[in-house]
């Protein structure tokens, strides 16, 4: 499993989500970090089926900088209402910073739900009771009592940023 630790971030995170053309079938990247320099990376993964989630950390400071979404499988896509997700997960005023823990595992595969709603997508490989933490404006993760990473929502997407992500 990805083992995180949660620590509050007094400022409004830099974030940035890519979005990629119709050529690349990456539906998208959340940066984190501001800096034109990426630093060193450790890379922690979740590949179940062609789901595909790539979490990136700063090897210096273990801090997430980076979420891409690689690939998707279509048939594992539910449509629900956004008060459904709304009711799940809700972004405050409050920003942490997530990083990554040295008995980690970097690469898992569990079985991965795709929620969409007309406004956002929420990944989960686990359903554990979980506690949500906002690592940007409009990115949520999910992290169980065991301190395990098991979810992300990308929240307050248009309908042409969702089209990006799932062609339709």
């Known amino acids: ?29 959340l940066c984190m970090n501001g800096n034109v320099l990426l630093p060193e990376t450790i890379y922690a993964r979740n590949i179940s089926g062609e789901n595909f989630i790539e979490f990136r950390f700063d090897s210096g400071t273990k801090r997430l900088y980076e979420i891409t979404l690689v690939a998707i499988q279509n048939n594992t896509v539910k449509l629900l209402e956004d008060r459904y997700i709304s009711t799940k997960v809700s972004i405050n005023n409050e920003f942490f910073n997530c990083y990554i823990d040295e008995d980690s595992d970097s690469e898992i595969s569990l079985p991965m739900q795709i929620l969409r709603s007309e406004t956002s997508i929420s990944i989960f490989w686990s359903i554990n009771d979980l506690n949500y933490y906002s690592v940007s404006e409009n990115c949520l993760i999910g992290v169980d009592r065991n301190n395990f990473l098991c979810s992300i929502s990308i929240m307050k997407l248009s309908k042409e940023e969702l089209f990006e992500i799932f062609g339709f």
Not at 4 to 28: D, G, T
Request: glycine share 0%; hydrophobic share 40%; no cysteine.
């Open 1 to 29: 499993m990805l083992k995180v630790s949660i620590k509050k971030n007094n400022e409004v995170p830099f974030s940035e989500l890519r979005f990629y053309s119709s050529l690349n079938p990456i539906p998208f990247t």
